[in-house]
């Protein structure tokens, strides 16, 4: 199946950006939301400001990826908090 990339406008941290993400990784996300009951902009914050230096669309594949693969939500992700590893 052939997966478009598609451009998702959000706000991060009271700024408008843009996103070119997969449609599967977008889905991702929702499953993510919806797993931490919460929004998709809430889980894409979490995931910007735990991969402070990444690309974010390449950030958000990581993060889909670990999140299907241990079928489970990363700690990190799970605790919520806008902080860096240490």
Request: charged share 25%; no cysteine.
């Amino acid at each position: 199946m052939k997966s478009l990339i598609r451009k998702h406008a959000i706000v991060l941290d009271n700024r408008k950006t843009s996103i070119s993400i997969e449609d599967a990784f977008w889905e991702a996300l929702k499953a993510i939301a919806t797993a931490r009951a919460t929004s998709v902009a809430n889980v894409i914050s979490l995931i910007d400001a735990h991969h402070p230096n990444a690309n974010l669309s390449s950030a958000i594949r990581v993060t889909a990826l670990e999140f299907y693969r241990d079928r489970k939500l990363p700690s990190w992700l799970r605790s919520g908090r806008h902080q860096l590893p240490p």
